[in-house]
């Protein structure tokens, strides 16, 4: 069995690959400050339990 890397949804090219892809268009905090970093770990993280309680309800 072969390993394939995890990529955004939209580097993906070739085949279609299963599921849905959320594209979450998120400020890089790269080489900011935690001033920075912190509202963006936020926003993954309300974005990550939404997901989460949504699939829960499914």
Do not use: N
């Not at 892809?21 to 890089?28: A, G, I, K, R, S």
């Not at 935690?34 to 963006?40: A, E, K, L, T, W």
Request: charged share 35%; proline share 9%.
């Amino acid at each position: 069995m072969g390993s394939r890397p995890a990529t955004p949804a939209a580097e993906t090219a070739g085949e279609a690959p299963r599921g849905t892809y959320l594209d979450w268009q998120l400020d890089d905090p790269a080489g900011k400050g935690v001033d920075v970093v912190r509202p963006v770990r936020d926003e993954i993280r309300r974005r990550v339990d939404a997901l989460l309680a949504e699939i829960d309800s499914r």
